[in-house]
Structures are given as structure tokens and as C-alpha cells.
């Protein structure tokens, strides 16, 4: 179907927003609301190559530590042994993160996302990769584009926990560039030595999947020649807690896509990639795509029919110039709350065939919450380049909704192309596209 | 790189001073204007939701729905870009207070009007809004780092697009370290062409600096008082018609804006 819009796309290039047609939403998206999509056209764009990247989660330590989890079905998930009271629930904490202290020069800055942040760069050769791309363009002449829904709010939470006899903050806590949302993004400039555009995107759980599509326009207007995206995030009260009293927290492993699914488990994550222009770096793995759209429906359920969720992801194909039919694996957002998977499951059916596959991964690292989209843009990574479908863990009874498409237990095939679902609070939808170098639709 | 261009059509703007752009310019001219009412009016949300939503949803909403109505755009169709330095904090400081003392106790309503994109959903679902939506943060320069975040959009997407940039007063402890003495919001809308409800345009270039632009009283005390009111600089000179000010969009880095109001524009 988006195939077609190839075709005619090609005459209206360099036209001015083009309002998609009212019979077309309708057939796209169903029997909802449709009056509204006047949107501009999406146009293919050109891809950018992603010469680095890598992530460290509950798995374990950079890229082998998921590859060989994710190959062999092996969860990171742990009963909580971190809130500061008790909770009875899994987690996906990531060891080490106590021990890895950020640089010395940059002791203000410490706290526990920032240091699982300096813990997770390490990985993968990253930080020589990006000095190196220092380098070839210059510090500023490179984006720094994070995401995250934490921060360090951990750190605040702890600055509460032990307030003077005044009320105010203890002195170890009196610094204010951690007690706020960019705590990350401006730590990483600093520990990256990276001083073009520095944004933090903070949209919940598709925080780390948007720096992509930030990255993507800086680039090809030209404010800079290279970017480093990424995301992390990090265990604290306010997220266990809180997505406890919206009672979507399991008290088992979360079982993504299964029938007797009960809610999410929590993880925690880092994951970054550097992203340049194709000519620089012609066999690395390239994003060919990226969509975003919003559910207007509610701020923590989202909407029913996927309307967001599925514009993001036509979006996304539209950007990519690809058809559904060409994709071979997608991850799944798959958070194992009972509407998300309802909904995706649903879109799953009716976009795709049964020759791409589809899983979650939430039950390996537990929904790492803003860093989900960098560390899920690494899995599909992974997929093209190593051929492995991700069995999708925690489905031992698969709910009967879900289609030939879910693959249940890993898969070993060649991957030339891989999407992935992000899906926040306040019906914030992302889908990123990947492809293999060399590959054409 | 060349000049990055678009066109300005709508400005919203709120603080306990100001409570619109009009307010501002009555200031710029001399005049005193009538104080705003505590809360801002935020009537794009419905009465409903208008009572449940936190202090920094309204201020978002409020300015957004000041520049949508200049600009005369179908607010359904605009892409969203909401930046704050701090996000809400009063919610902030609610939570942190809430989970030293009695963690299980934590409100389910608040815990999801804490994300930092809460006022961007709020908009997004009072206007029926399945445009791409994103709330971002960059510390002092999350106004500059903003505009650059929504002119790449326009200029990519060539389409127009919704930019807030708003934070709360401070609020408890909290309020200690983020020096916000009290709250100030600001919106554009921004287009990739002329149109008839063109104000302004922009010329903007990404530069190495840290220019810290002259103000005129009280505008120079309000800017200290809470990082979205660097917008001011911008501000104060879409009233003016002319000139050049220059935005942080990160440690060291700049946004040099020219700004050039279409009527001057049109008389030259």
C-alpha cells in the first residue's frame, strides 16, 4: 500500500504540504477518527550510516552481553532488590553501576544515570569512535541528542530522603545541574567533549527512539556533520513507585504478549550510536526511516485502535520507501501491559505479513523506560547484522491475538531490514527503520 | 551552513506580570499593564481537564493556545515542540517529598502528569493533535536548543510548527537549586513560507559564543528569574521590528537570530 504512494510521491517532490487523501486514512487507519490528517507528505530520505553504537542493560555490558542473551533466550530480570522500601516486582538492574564512577573532573556530575551513562559509553570501543569523529569534523560540528525520562531524578529523590535540620538540601546535594531533566545530556557533552547542538528529549518511553529523528534533520540541513544519539536510564523510586499506583506493574517477569500478561517490569539502560552521512562509512548499517505521532487520546493509556502507534509507523515506511511487506523483523514495544500489547498485536496483524518477524525484548532488560528506543534501535541493529529474530521471552501461552508474524523463540535468518516501536505516556508513538548497507527497496 | 529562515506567526507569552505578548509590549513602551489572574486561563483545555491539570500544564497550554489563535493555524495539524529547563516542580517536588516519607502512597494521577512531556500531551489531546509531539530540555539554553530543535522541523518537514518553551516557579526544596523565582512561558508558531498571518522573520545561524545580550529593566531581572524567559531577547525585539539577539543552544554554542518584523520589512 505505501508503494503506491512511491510512485505518485516522486511528482509532488519539492511541492509544498500535501494533505493525505480522506479515502486513504481511511483504509490506513480504520474506522477511527480521520478528519484531522492533513499532514505534509512524508519524502524518502536519504540514509544516514550508523557507524557506531552500542548498549549495556540488565544482559550485561555492551554489544556480546546482549547478542548472546538475546540469542540464547537468557533474561537480565532480577526480583527487586533496589527500591528504597519494599516492592514486590522484578527489575532489570544492570551490575556495576555502583562501582563506575564517572571521570574525576566531572565528580559534580555524579549520580547514578550519569555514571551508568560514562559506564555504557565505555563499552564497544564508543568513546574512541566518537573522538574520532571529533576529529574528521570538529566538536562542534557534531550533535549531541540523549534521551531519558529519569534523569537523575534518583539523586533528587536521595536529596529528599536526607534534608538538613533547615529543610533545605544536604551540601553533597547542593548541585543544581543534576537536579534537572538535561543532567544527562549535559554530562555527556562534557565526558564526550562534545560542544555542538546538546538537546535532551524527555517524551517517556520513546524519549531514546526520537534523538534519531532529531539527529536526522540537524544533519541534513547542514548545523552539523555527525551525531551521537543515545539514551539511558536509570532505577529510582519514582518510576518503581509510580508505575506501581497505576498498577501496571507485574509481580512476576513481565510476559510481553502472552495471555495471562499482567504488567510491565522495570529495567534500566544506556545505549548510544553515532550517526554520519552515508559516503564516510559505505558498509555500516544505515537508518532508512523514522516516524512520530501523537494518540491525542490520554496521557497513560493508549489510544485503542493504535492510531498514533500506526501513523508513526507509516511514517516511518513512507521515510524509508519501503513497503511493509519488506521487513523482516520489527521490534515490538510489547511493554507487557494489557492494552499496549493489545494494540500493537493488532497492528501487527493487519500491517504485516507473516514473513516479518516480531517480538518484544522487555522480557530480557525489562521496559528500560527512555532508554528503550536506543536500546531496541540496538537489538534491530544486532538483528541485521548477526541474523537473529529475538525469541519474544515471557510468551510461554502466547495471548491467541497475536498473529503468524510473533516469533515465539529465536530465530536465526538474514535481516535486511528492522523497525522498531517506541511508545510513551501522553501518547507519544515513534518507529525507527533500519536497513542493511547496500540493501534497496 | 547556510541561513536558517522562518517565518514567525503567532507569539503567546505568560508571567505573574505579563499576560500576553500585549502585556509586554504595553512594558516595552512605558506603560504598566493589568496584572494577569494567578492561574493562567489555559481555555483550550476543557473545564475538566482545566481543574485536574498541574500548574506547568496550564502555563504551556496557556501560551500555546495565545500563539495558535494569532497564527490563525489549525492547532490539530501543528507539530509540537515543548522545552522546559525543569518541567513541572511543584509535581517534582510532590513526588520527591511524597517518596521519602510514605513511597506507597504516591499518586497514580501525579506520578503521570510528571513526565516532561505532560503539557505536550495535554495539548495534543484537548486538540485532537496526532501531529509528531516531543518535550525537550537543555537547562538554561532549553529556549535556544528548542527553537533550533522546532526550525529543524519547519525547514525539513516544511511544515509549520507549535514551539513552547515554559517552567514553573520553584517549588520546595527543589526550589533551592533551580533559582526559578517564578514562573514565565513563551510560544511561536513557525512557518517555512509567508502567509497571511506572517509577523516576523527569522534568520538564524548556529555559532561558537556566549553572548549574553543587554535588557532593559524589568525584562533583564525577569530573564534571571527562570530560564524560559531568555526568551525575552527575542521577544523584545519582535516588538521593536528589527535587530539581533543571540539564544544559547548549549555550553558555548549559539543561535545568532535576526529578526526582521513584516510591516518594516514591507515599508522598506
Known sequence: ?441 | MSKLRVWVEGIGLWSPHLVDFGALRQVLAGDVPAPPPKRPAATTLSPNERRRAPEGVLLAVEVAGQAVSMSARDPSILSCVFSSSHGDQPITDYMCATLAQAPAELSPIRFHNSVHNAPVGYWTIATGCHAPSTAVAAQRASFGAGLLEAVSQVLTGQRPVLLVCSDTAGSGPLGEVTHCSESFAVALVLAPVAGPSSVATLDLQVLAGDTDDPLPEPLAQWRRGNPSATSLALLALLNQGSGRCHLAASTGLELQVDVVRIDKELAE
Open chain 1, 1 to 441: 500500500m505505501l508503494g503506491d504512494c512511491r510512485n505518485y510521491r516522486v511528482g509532488l517532490r519539492n511541492q509544498l504540504p500535501i494533505p493525505l487523501q480522506p479515502a486513504n486514512s481511511d483504509r490506513l487507519l480504520g474506522k477511527v477518527r480521520h478528519a484531522h490528517y492533513a499532514f505534509p507528505m512524508t519524502m524518502p530520505m536519504t540514509p544516514l550510516a550508523v557507524t557506531a553504537y552500542t548498549a549495556t542493560s540488565a544482559l550485561g555490558h555492551g554489544l556480546a552481553a546482549q547478542l548472546d542473551a538475546l540469542a540464547h533466550g537468557r533474561s537480565g530480570l532480577r526480583l527487586n532488590d533496589f527500591s528504597s522500601a519494599d516492592l514486590a516486582c522484578w527489575i532489570g538492574r544492570v551490575d556495576g553501576v555502583e562501582d563506575a564512577a564517572v571521570p574525576a573532573a566531572l565528580a559534580d556530575w555524579d549520580c547514578r544515570n550519569n555514571r551508568l551513562a560514562w559506564l555504557g559509553l565505555q563499552q564497544d570501543g564508543f568513546v574512541e569512535k566518537v573522538r574520532v569523529a571529533r576529529t574528521r569534523y570538529g566538536a562542534n560540528r557534531i550533535a549531541l541528542l540523549l534521551g531519558t525520562s529519569t534523569a537523575s531524578i534518583g539523586t533528587t529523590e536521595e536529596a529528599y530522603r536526607r534534608l538538613d535540620a533547615d529543610g533545605g538540601f544536604a551540601d553533597d546535594m547542593l548541585r543544581p545541574a543534576v537536579h534537572a531533566p538535561h543532567s544527562l545530556g549535559a554530562f555527556t557533552a562534557a565526558a564526550l567533549e562534545l560542544t555542538g547542538p546538546c538537546l535532551t528529549v524527555s517524551t517517556a518511553c520513546s524519549s531514546s527512539a526520537k534523538v534519531f529523528a532529531s539527529a536526522e534533520r540537524l544533519i541534513r540541513l547542514g548545523v552539523v556533520d555527525a551525531a551521537v544519539v543515545g539514551g539511558v536510564d536509570t532505577l529510582c523510586d519514582s518510576v518503581l513507585f509510580g508505575f506501581n499506583a497505576l498498577e501496571l506493574v507485574s509481580a512476576a517477569p513481565c510476559r510481553p504478549f502472552d495471555a495471562e500478561r499482567d504488567g510491565i517490569s522495570i529495567g534500566e539502560a544506556a545505549g548510544f550510536a553515532l550517526l554520519e552521512r552515508m559516503e564516510v562509512a559505505p558498509d555500516a548499517p544505515r537508518l532508512v526511516g523514522y516516524g512520530e505521532a501523537s494518540d491525542a487520546h490520554h496521557m497513560s493509556t493508549p489510544h485503542p485502535e493504535g492510531l498514533g502507534a500506526e501513523l508513526a509507523l507509516k511514517d516511518a515506511l513512507s521515510r524509508a520507501a519501503l513497503d511493509a511487506s519488506r521487513v523482516d523483523y520489527i521490534n515490538l514495544h510489547g511493554t507487557a501491559s494489557r492494552k499496549n500489547d493489545e494494540v500493537e498485536a493488532a497492528l501487527v496483524n493487519r500491517s504485516f505479513p507473516a514473513t516479518t518477524r516480531a517480538s518484544s525484548t522487555k522480557g530480557y532488560t525489562g521496559h528500560t523506560l527512555g532508554a528503550a528506543g536506543i536500546v531496541e534501535a540496538v537489538v534491530a541493529l544486532l538483528a541485521i547484522e548477526h541474523g537473529v529474530v529475538p525469541g519474544n521471552l515471557g510468551g510461554d501461552s502466547p495471548d491467541p491475538d497475536c498473529g503468524e508474524s510473533f516469533a515465539w523463540r529465536s530465530e536465526q535468518r538474514r535481516i535486511d531490514v528492522a523497525l522498531s516501536n517506541s511508545f510513551g505516556f501522553g501518547g507519544n508513538n515513534a518507529c525507527l527503520a533500519f536497513a542493511r548497507a547496500g540493501f534497496t527497496a
